[in-house]
């Protein structure tokens, strides 16, 4: 039952950022929040709390004109609070006019019915 609300929960919060939907993000977001942008990235570091996720997805769009980003599957663990969601993404390096096409597995850890962290990983990461 436990996933079943995480996922929920999940689905409510990538809706949100889609629909460029800061009050819900605020709400789903727990208040010690932190989301891990890997190195190499040009928004590589953590981003804390529904604020700094906030400020994140700025800094995502201003790198990237999106041509494509969808959710493909998730994965379940032994841990209901801790699953992982696989995304395509394609889109053009705004700074080089390259076209970035990868997956993006991302992290997630939940606490009380409430996003605790995100870990994104770039199967392809842009620039290198």
């Known amino acids: 039952m436990e996933t079943l609300d995480n996922l929920e929960v999940q689905r409510s919060f ?8 800061a009050q819900t993000i605020r709400e789903l977001a727990a208040p010690d929040f932190k ?5 190499g990235l040009p928004f ?9 996720f906030l400020a994140f997805l ?7 004109e999106i041509e494509k980003l ?9 841990d209901p609070d801790k699953l992982a969601f696989e ?4 889109a053009k390096v705004k700074a080089t006019g ?20 995100i870990r994104a990983h770039y199967f392809n990461v842009p620039g290198r």
């Open 14 to 21: 990538v809706e949100a950022v889609f629909a460029s939907d």
């Open 35 to 39: 989301l891990f942008e890997g190195s």
């Open 44 to 52: 590589a570091g953590v981003y804390e709390g529904a604020e700094g």
């Open 58 to 64: 700025g800094t995502f769009v201003d790198t990237f």
């Open 70 to 78: 969808e959710p493909v599957r998730h994965y379940a663990s032994d």
């Open 87 to 90: 995304f395509d993404f394609q």
């Open 98 to 117: 390259e076209t970035l096409e990868t997956s993006i597995v991302e992290l997630w850890q939940f606490r009380n019915g409430k996003v605790e962290a």
